[in-house]
């Protein structure tokens, strides 16, 4: 049984989009990205499966069961969405209290562990935080019940470099342990960083699903030409090549297909520089999501 | 439990105060009482000078107005309608306090059915409500105790108990409004305005009506008629019936929208 199971999801806000006929779905230990530009459906999507909103048609299941059908299911699920607000007029640790008081479990020392390791006063009153350490109180009150599934919406925001490293080496430790992680970002380091398999979400719908390393594999590479003289415009229709952009004698394209094929191409121009620059997640994501580009 | 604890400490403040204003208007006007019963042709004049409408606001009845329980009738209409604020901020504000406060996605995604968050969401507004009125019942009751003291004209403390009994209905009743006016809206930013529109709006439709016209069922502060309570010391069923339909519509209208309802980022 998978942790995650969505199948042929559509959400439709009246006439407004959601998402449209989503399937994928998430295993037992696996750290799976969910990646896609704002309004694409990443929240949609996590908001069906918490429950928080009812699918059109289609379903979105966790543990097997729908959670707003048998919200039980959500004592193992830990969410930390983008923007988080917590009642004001508390302090830290009475919220983190009445958080795990949902848990039916003692949270206390893990409570004061998250907090040393997110240098987190819990005395403080929700009011007075900035919004960074507001997300910390998120990450803590999402983790305090060590769940089986973390369920993370854009986490990093708000959140300075250093603690953004120190909560991926959090969110790696729970997954070491066994916990389950459904990513979902636009900033593609931390997936890149983190995930091993990721889907690619685009206008509501799933453009892509692959691991990672499948992903860069066959995805398009960045290629740069420096010529002796002028330019080969020739290479401009070889099969596979796109973005063409010439600046002086040198050249560059994005190339998708046998990389034999664009050598061979090549061999016929007389060069002074050649680069070929393995894609990063970025490229790859513009690439999906420049408008009018498909697959 | 834990949720309904939460929702109960997070009322108290408020309910405190609330309870402290009910208690400080019954005394305030009881201590009239007695110089309005030695003078009682005086004031019956006065009163009977005001317009028929501004009677029906102040909830006067010229014959009774200088007996105790006739005085109380008029002293419980201003509670009535400061014990309504109370219960109609809470009707309007309870389920809509997520969604106004982004903490949807906190409450929401714990393991919780909606139907056990309404309960405890309702639960504890209804033993705020009772605590506040149980407080009022014996504070009033003492107040009232020392005006038939000193009055030496001693009435059945059950006209007193069946007359406070109705402060709880008209809440209940207002609560129930609030609520179902509150799940019209996706996101309500403000409740006070939302609330005292509803409480004076509905407190005016009921000074213009008679207790004997069919349109007083369109005010719960007039569903029930104290002067007849007072009477018969009993309380008339269609104003049961009545109140407990619209209690029921409201509490039920909540749980079937917030069933359904979609929850969505602030």
Same mark, same amino acid.
């Given at each position: 049984?998978?942790v995650?199971e969505i199948?042929?999801?559509?959400?439709?806000?009246g006439?407004a989009r959601?998402v449209v006929?989503l399937?994928?779905?998430?295993e037992?230990?696996?750290?799976?990205?969910f990646?896609?530009?704002n309004?694409?459906?990443?929240s949609?999507t996590i908001?069906t499966?918490?429950?928080?909103?009812h699918p059109?048609?289609?379903?979105a299941t966790l543990f097997?069961?729908?959670?707003s059908?048998?919200?039980e299911?959500?004592?193992?699920v830990g969410y930390l969405?983008?923007?988080?607000?917590?009642d004001e007029g508390?302090k830290?640790i009475?919220?983190?209290r009445y958080?795990?008081s949902?848990?039916?479990?003692?949270?206390?020392?893990?409570?004061q562990q998250?907090a040393?390791?997110?240098?987190?006063d819990?005395?403080?009153k929700?009011?007075?935080?900035?919004f960074?350490?507001?997300?910390?109180?998120g990450?803590?009150?999402?983790l305090?019940?060590?769940?089986e599934?973390i369920i993370?919406?854009?986490p990093?925001?708000?959140?300075?470099p250093?603690m953004?490293q120190?909560?991926?080496?959090?969110?790696?430790?729970?997954?070491?342990?066994g916990?389950?992680?459904?990513?979902s970002?636009?900033?593609?380091?931390e997936v890149q960083k983190?995930?091993?398999?990721v889907?690619l979400?685009?206008d509501?719908?799933?453009?892509?699903?692959e691991?990672?390393?499948t992903?860069?594999?066959?995805?398009?590479?960045r290629v740069?030409?420096?010529?002796?003289?002028?330019?080969n415009t020739a290479?401009?229709?070889?099969?596979?090549v796109?973005s063409?952009?010439v600046?002086?004698s040198?050249?560059?394209?994005?190339?998708r297909?046998?990389?034999?094929?664009?050598?061979q191409?090549?061999s016929?121009?007389?060069?002074?520089?050649?680069s070929v620059v393995e894609?990063?997640l970025?490229?790859i994501?513009l690439h999906?999501y420049?408008?009018?580009?498909s697959? | 439990m834990?949720?309904?604890?939460?929702?109960v400490?997070?009322?108290?403040a408020s309910?405190v105060?609330?309870?402290?204003?009910?208690c400080?208007?019954a005394?305030?006007?009881?201590v009239?009482f007695?110089?309005i019963?030695?003078?009682?042709?005086t004031?019956?004049r006065?009163?009977?000078?005001?317009?028929?409408a501004?009677?029906h606001?102040l909830g006067?009845t010229i014959?009774s107005?200088?007996?105790?329980?006739g005085f109380?009738?008029?002293?419980?209409?201003?509670?009535t309608l400061a014990?309504?604020?109370?219960a109609?901020?809470a009707?309007?504000s309870?389920?809509?306090k997520?969604?106004?406060?982004g903490?949807a996605?906190?409450?929401?995604t714990k393991?919780?059915?909606?139907?056990g968050?309404?309960?405890?969401k +309702?639960? =504890?507004?209804l033993l705020?409500?009772?605590?506040t009125? $149980?407080v009022?019942? *014996?504070v009033?009751g003492l107040? #009232?105790?020392g005006?038939?003291a000193s009055s030496?004209v001693v009435s059945?403390?059950a006209?007193?108990?069946?007359l406070n009994?109705t402060?709880l209905?008209v809440?209940l009743?207002?609560f129930?409004?609030?609520?179902?006016?509150s799940?019209?809206?996706r996101?309500?930013?403000?409740?006070l305005?939302v609330?005292l529109?509803?409480?004076f709006g509905?407190?005016?439709?009921g000074?213009l009506v008679?207790?004997?016209?069919?349109?007083?069922?369109l005010?719960p502060?007039?569903?029930?008629?104290?002067h007849?309570?007072?009477?018969?010391?009993a309380f008339?069923?269609?104003?049961? +019936?009545? =109140?407990l339909?619209?209690?029921a519509?409201g509490?039920? $209208?909540?749980y079937? *929208?917030?069933?359904?309802r979609? #929850?969505h980022?602030?």
């Amino acid at each position: 049984m998978s942790v995650i199971e969505i199948q042929h999801l559509t959400k439709n806000y009246g006439k407004a989009r959601g998402v449209v006929d989503l399937s994928f779905s998430v295993e037992k230990g696996e750290v799976f990205g969910f990646i896609g530009p704002n309004g694409a459906g990443k929240s949609t999507t996590i908001r069906t499966l918490l429950g928080l909103i009812h699918p059109t048609s289609g379903s979105a299941t966790l543990f097997g069961k729908s959670a707003s059908k048998n919200p039980e299911v959500l004592r193992s699920v830990g969410y930390l969405p983008s923007e988080v607000f917590y009642d004001e007029g508390m302090k830290v640790i009475d919220l983190l209290r009445y958080s795990a008081s949902f848990y039916r479990k003692d949270c206390t020392a893990r409570i004061q562990q998250l907090a040393e390791t997110l240098d987190l006063d819990l005395k403080r009153k929700i009011d007075d935080l900035s919004f960074g350490n507001c997300k910390k109180v998120g990450i803590v009150q999402g983790l305090l019940h060590e769940p089986e599934l973390i369920i993370l919406d854009e986490p990093t925001a708000g959140l300075d470099p250093l603690m953004q490293q120190t909560f991926f080496e959090l969110i790696a430790q729970e997954n070491k342990k066994g916990a389950t992680v459904l990513l979902s970002s636009h900033i593609l380091a931390e997936v890149q960083k983190m995930c091993q398999r990721v889907a690619l979400i685009k206008d509501g719908r799933l453009i892509q699903l692959e691991k990672i390393s499948t992903l860069k594999a066959n995805a398009v590479k960045r290629v740069s030409l420096g010529f002796q003289g002028a330019v080969n415009t020739a290479l401009a229709t070889q099969a596979g090549v796109s973005s063409w952009a010439v600046n002086g004698s040198e050249a560059s394209f994005l190339y998708r297909g046998d990389i034999n094929l664009l050598v061979q191409g090549l061999s016929k121009a007389s060069l002074t520089n050649l680069s070929v620059v393995e894609p990063d997640l970025e490229e790859i994501f513009l690439h999906y999501y420049t408008p009018g580009a498909s697959r | 439990m834990n949720l309904l604890l939460h929702e109960v400490r997070s009322m108290l403040a408020s309910a405190v105060i609330w309870a402290a204003v009910l208690c400080a208007l019954a005394g305030l006007y009881l201590v009239l009482f007695a110089e309005i019963a030695r003078d009682a042709d005086t004031f019956k004049r006065i009163f009977a000078a005001y317009p028929v409408a501004i009677q029906h606001a102040l909830g006067v009845t010229i014959d009774s107005v200088a007996s105790l329980p006739g005085f109380y009738t008029m002293v419980l209409t201003f509670v009535t309608l400061a014990g309504a604020i109370q219960a109609t901020n809470a009707g309007v504000s309870i389920l809509s306090k997520e969604s106004r406060d982004g903490t949807a996605d906190f409450l929401y995604t714990k393991p919780v059915s909606r139907f056990g968050l309404v309960s405890a969401k +309702l639960g =504890a507004v209804l033993l705020v409500l009772l605590a506040t009125d $149980a407080v009022y019942s *014996v504070v009033s009751g003492l107040i #009232l105790a020392g005006a038939q003291a000193s009055s030496g004209v001693v009435s059945d403390p059950a006209i007193f108990v069946l007359l406070n009994l109705t402060l709880l209905a008209v809440q209940l009743m207002m609560f129930s409004m609030g609520l179902a006016v509150s799940l019209l809206f996706r996101r309500l930013q403000s409740v006070l305005p939302v609330s005292l529109g509803l409480v004076f709006g509905l407190y005016l439709v009921g000074a213009l009506v008679n207790t004997d016209e069919a349109a007083r069922w369109l005010s719960p502060f007039k569903y029930f008629d104290l002067h007849e309570i007072t009477a018969k010391v009993a309380f008339q069923s269609d104003s049961l +019936l009545a =109140a407990l339909a619209l209690i029921a519509f409201g509490v039920v $209208a909540a749980y079937v *929208v917030t069933l359904r309802r979609d #929850l969505h980022v602030r």
